[in-house]
C-alpha cells in the first residue's frame, strides 16, 4: 500500500518558485522525522531538508535560504516550499519518514519530479 504521497512538482523558470507535499498515513507520520530527499540524473540520491516531531530542521547547504520544510500535524503533510529555484534543483524529489538517524527502517513516496529551465 502507498503510505507517503508526494504532490506539486511541475515545469518552473529559474527564479520561480514551487511547493511540494508529502501526505502520509498517519502511523508513518508518527515516526520522528520527516524528510525531503532529491536524486538527479547520475547523481546519487541526497538530503535536502529534515523535520523533526520536535521542530528542528536541517538544510544542506545548497539549499538552505531558499527551501524551508514545515508540518502540518493534522493533515500529517510536509511540506517544502522552494523559492529561487536554480536549474541545478532539477531532481526528482522524494518523502521520507524514519524513526531514528542511521535506521534501515524507513518509508519512502514514490517521488515527484521538479525541473527548473527556461
Known amino acids: 500500500q502507498v503510505q507517503l504521497v508526494e504532490s506539486g512538482g511541475g515545469l518552473v523558470q529559474p527564479g520561480g518558485s514551487l511547493r511540494l507535499s508529502c501526505a502520509a498515513s498517519?502511523?508513518?507520520?508518527?515516526?520522528?522525522?520527516m524528510g525531503w530527499y532529491r536524486q538527479a540524473p547520475g547523481k546519487e540520491r541526497e538530503l535536502v531538508a529534515i523535520?523533526?516531531?520536535?521542530?528542528?530542521?536541517n538544510y544542506a547547504d545548497s539549499v538552505k535560504g531558499r527551501f524551508t520544510i514545515s508540518r502540518d500535524n493534522a493533515k500529517n503533510t510536509v511540506y517544502l516550499q522552494m523559492n529561487s529555484l536554480r536549474p541545478e534543483d532539477t531532481a526528482i524529489y522524494y518523502c521520507?519518514?524514519?524513526?531514528?538517524?542511521?535506521?534501515?527502517?524507513?518509508?519512502w513516496g514514490q517521488g515527484t519530479q521538479v525541473t527548473v529551465s527556461s
Open positions: 521520507k519518514s524514519f524513526p531514528v538517524w542511521g535506521s534501515s527502517l524507513a518509508y
Open positions: 523535520s523533526s516531531k520536535s521542530g528542528s530542521t
Open positions: 498517519k502511523s508513518i507520520f508518527s515516526l520522528n522525522y
